[in-house]
């Protein structure tokens, strides 16, 4: 089992978030609902785990597949609902950039892997009833 600690850490709605391994993560509401704009919404760290959890598998294919990549970034986008509460995402989309020695076809395949099959954060987007959209830059 998987134990996270999460703290307040201001007398507003500033919280830190700790793993097993004690790495942290500053979390923070939104000045216009009086957070002090001192760490990442939660929302926006759910995006940027599917960039991890996405990352990490895609990665580790085209490491498999002995692809030379120089740098990756993943740029994500996300369309929230309207006037429901809770507001789940409804729509994400994904550009997964590569550049270095890297096959088009392979890096497309290794991305579909991940957001297809692998990774779990879109697993979970999808059951919530979230459309992932990604598409593929190879430089």
């Known amino acids: 089992m998987i134990k996270i600690e999460v703290n307040r850490v201001d007398d507003a709605y500033a919280f830190e978030g700790k793993d097993s391994s004690r790495h942290t993560v500053r979390i923070d509401g939104a000045v216009e609902i009086g957070g002090h704009n001192s760490g990442i919404r939660p929302m926006q760290l759910l995006l940027m785990s599917l960039g991890g959890c996405s990352g990490i598998d895609i990665v580790s294919i085209l490491k498999k597949q002995r692809q030379e990549v120089t740098n990756f970034n993943i740029s994500i986008e996300g369309e929230r609902e309207q006037g429901k509460e809770p507001a789940l995402w409804k729509q994400v989309n994904v550009v997964f950039k590569f550049s270095g020695n890297v096959d088009a076809d392979k890096a497309k395949k290794a991305c579909a892997l991940s957001i297809d099959k ?22």
């Open 118 to 139: 692998y990774c779990s954060v879109a697993a979970t987007l999808r059951a919530a009833g979230c459309v992932v959209n990604w598409s593929v830059e190879v430089s």
